[in-house]
């Protein structure tokens, strides 16, 4: 007998038939679940994803953007919550999760508890400070690395770390960096780096997390095992925005493993052209010193030579004979200018004595004039005429005279001898 042939679904033929089983469960209508929440993502359409968890279990939970526009205060990762929703299942993707339609807070998760709780303990102890951080080496070439041997961040590390330099030395120490007992495995591999001399820096981290996935880096023992290192120690544990204890121990936080690498590794090209530029730098260095020691040589044989007595003897023959031409010309030049200064000082004089001759003279003329004016001659010369006694005394009165007496008469052209014959007194007045 031919077996019956059985009927054939397809897989959106179950997903629908589960949804639809989903949906007509009361008890999955508008029901409050409790938990605490994580992995939680604002996507840019505003619709929120995230998980809610409690120790044993997770529950994906979606919330559209309708319902996030009503939340009272934004949803962050840890926050111990009270979730309101129907249970259905997401077709696409085959898997059920809580559609919430509100949130109330039911207080802080204890995982961020925890770890506020103790980040202020260690911080109290000072463990946090920067005196007690370590330098990262410049130039270190044998990197210890404490982290899982197939995740992503130790290929990451592992990449940045050849291109920036390929002759670099990594060391790996395989670790669980999740779970149950990654926080002792993380300690073993720390001090187990400590160990190998030639280790220059350790990195200990992983790739991005929930904050349970990460707390195996917020544990105490890890904080004291990074903070006990001799070995400089740089964290790297998940993306840009998670923060754990081991980033507030370690010497040097990195927001990602591959930022790790950039900061433990060296860059080799960078290296080589610092080199060649030092190089460069000493030899410049180097030549403008054996230029100055040439010039202090070319000086000191300057002076030893001319402080030799050959030298010294022509330089004060040369000083002689110019002392002597700079005294001859002063002298020169002093004979001239003190010619120069009496051919002034004649001319001035001749100046002088001319304007005082021409003045004298002036003068001169002008009391001859009146002497002239004052002549007994001109007097003469206008009719006038002197008349003397015969002792040639002038006669100005007859009463110097008598009758018979002789007297010379001088006129202008010469001399008249005559005698008194007459007296006779005239009254002018």
């Given at each position: 007998m031919a077996e019956l042939s059985k009927k054939k679904y397809s897989v959106e033929d179950v997903n629908k038939y589960i949804n639809n089983l989903l949906s007509n469960d009361y008890f999955l209508k508008n029901i409050d679940v409790c938990g605490e929440i994580s992995n939680l993502k604002y996507h840019s359409s505003g619709h929120v994803y995230f998980s809610l968890k409690d120790e044993k279990s997770v529950l994906n939970c979606v919330m559209f953007r309708s319902n996030v526009a009503k939340l009272k205060k934004k949803l962050c990762d840890g926050d111990l919550v009270i979730c309101n929703g129907d249970i259905n299942v997401y077709e696409a993707g085959g898997r059920y999760q809580l559609y919430v339609k509100s949130v109330s807070d039911d207080g802080k998760g204890n995982l961020y508890e925890?770890?506020?709780?103790?980040?202020?303990?260690?911080?109290?102890?000072?463990?946090?400070?920067?005196?007690?951080?370590?330098?990262?080496?410049?130039?270190?070439?044998?990197?210890?690395?404490?982290?899982?041997?197939?995740?992503?961040?130790?290929?990451?590390?592992?990449?940045?770390?050849?291109?920036?330099?390929?002759?670099?030395?990594?060391?790996?120490?395989?670790?669980?960096?999740?779970?149950?007992?990654?926080?002792?495995?993380?300690?073993?591999?720390?001090?187990?780096?400590?160990?190998?001399?030639?280790?220059?820096?350790?990195i200990i981290g992983r790739g991005g997390g929930s904050i349970e996935d990460l707390w195996a880096f917020n544990e105490e023992i890890v904080a004291n095992a990074i903070f006990e290192s001799e070995k400089p120690v740089i964290s790297?544990?998940?993306?840009?925005?998670?923060?754990?204890?081991?980033?507030?121990?370690?010497?040097?936080?990195?927001?990602?493993?591959?930022?790790?690498?950039?900061?433990?590794?060296?860059?080799?090209?960078k290296f080589i052209n610092d080199i060649s530029g030092f190089e460069d730098k000493i030899n410049g260095s180097f030549l403008s010193k054996l230029d100055l020691y040439k010039e202090k040589v070319k000086k000191y044989e300057n002076i030893v030579e001319a402080n030799s007595p050959k030298n010294k003897l022509?330089?004060?023959?040369?000083?002689?004979?110019?002392?002597?031409?700079?005294?001859?010309?002063?002298?020169?030049?002093k004979i001239q200018l003190t010619k120069t200064k009496t051919e002034k000082y004649l001319r001035d004089i001749e100046v002088i004595q001319n304007k005082k001759f021409a003045d004298v003279k002036h003068k001169y003329e002008i009391i001859l004039k009146e002497l002239e004016g004052a002549s007994p001659l001109n007097k003469m010369k206008n009719g006038f005429s002197y008349i003397a006694d015969k002792d040639n005394k002038n006669l100005k009165s007859i009463s110097q005279v008598n009758l018979n007496d002789e007297m010379t008469i001088y006129v202008a052209d010469g001399v008249i001898k005559g005698t008194v014959k007459e007296k006779k007194g005239i009254n002018y007045g």
């Open positions: 925890k770890f506020e709780k103790l980040k202020h303990e260690l911080e109290e102890k000072g463990m946090f400070s920067e005196i007690y951080k370590k330098e990262i080496p410049k130039y270190a070439l044998n990197i210890g690395i404490c982290t899982a041997s197939t995740g992503a961040a130790i290929q990451d590390i592992i990449n940045i770390s050849k291109r920036r330099n390929p002759f670099v030395n990594l060391y790996l120490y395989s670790a669980l960096v999740q779970g149950e007992g990654a926080a002792e495995d993380i300690v073993r591999g720390i001090r187990y780096l400590n160990t190998l001399d030639f280790i220059d820096v350790i790297a544990v998940g993306h840009e925005i998670d923060f754990t204890i081991a980033d507030f121990v370690s010497d040097l936080r990195a927001p990602t493993p591959s930022a790790a690498a950039e900061l433990a590794v060296f860059s080799y090209e022509e330089y004060n023959k040369k000083y002689t004979k110019n002392l002597f031409e700079s005294l001859n010309n002063n002298l020169e030049n």
